[in-house]
């Protein structure tokens, strides 16, 4: 099941409006987050946190990381779900169902944790096999470069 | 997921923290999502760009085995 989750301030919370804006045209928006899910997980019910990404400037590699360095579990907690389903099912349409998740700002002690290892593989070409070929020869003569 | 499965090589552990593929555009992050049933939670931006352009992020640990190994293998 290919479901989209909108996460949304819900309607009177003033917590970092300021902050949040579609940064093409700078219009402001309600939406905290997006998910894509295609993964047997339930959809969110109340009290569900998504994930927040936070980048630490002292401890940001451009090599290692890209905008973010470190996640944690959301102050956002979501109060309201709402589903709606698709005229047509997929696969004409891209969601078997678009999740409205509407959150309030109720702040948590949470860790923060380090973003992951970066993985590649021949999905991150989109299938080619050569460019993934030629990206793996290029990495095994950085190291053979770096080892003489 | 069976024996059968062509995705059973894949590992996919939703309890697990989250996990951090790169991508050349990131349509490929969606691609990724819908093709082995993951849950895409972030998408961001390389700075540093050299081959990829952007990383996907997704929830558990999603894990690929060395696939031009594994093709020679068989």
């Known amino acids: 099941m290919h479901k989209y989750i909108i996460f949304q301030a819900e309607s009177g919370e003033d917590e970092g409006w300021r902050q ?3 940064q093409h045209s700078q219009a402001l928006t309600f939406i905290i987050a997006e998910n894509w899910d295609s993964s047997n997980e339930p959809i969110p019910e109340p009290g569900y946190r998504p994930v927040e990404f936070v980048r630490v400037e002292s401890e940001h590699d451009p090599q290692e990381h890209a905008h973010n360095t470190h996640y944690r579990v959301s102050d956002w907690e979501v109060v309201r779900v709402q589903t709606y389903t698709p005229d047509i ?8 169902v678009i999740v409205m998740c509407y959150c309030r700002y109720n702040p948590i002690e949470s860790p923060l944790k380090p973003m992951p290892k970066r993985q590649v593989s021949i999905d991150s070409f989109g299938g080619d096999e050569i460019a993934y070929k030629q990206y793996l020869e290029s990495e095994e003569g950085k190291k053979y470069a770096q080892s003489i | 997921m069976t024996n059968n499965d062509p995705n059973r090589w894949l590992r996919y552990d939703s309890e697990r923290d989250i996990s951090r593929h790169s991508a050349t555009h990131p349509q490929k992050c969606r ?3 819908k093709k082995y049933g993951w849950k895409l939670i972030d998408i961001e931006e390389i700075e540093n760009k050299y081959i990829f352009q952007v990383d996907c992020v997704f929830k558990g640990k999603t894990e690929f085995p060395n696939y031009v190994e594994e093709k020679e293998e068989e």
């Open chain 2, 31 to 33: 691609d990724m999502q």
């Open chain 1, 89 to 96: 099912p997929t696969p004409m349409s891209e969601y078997d």
């Open chain 1, 20 to 22: 949040r804006k579609l």
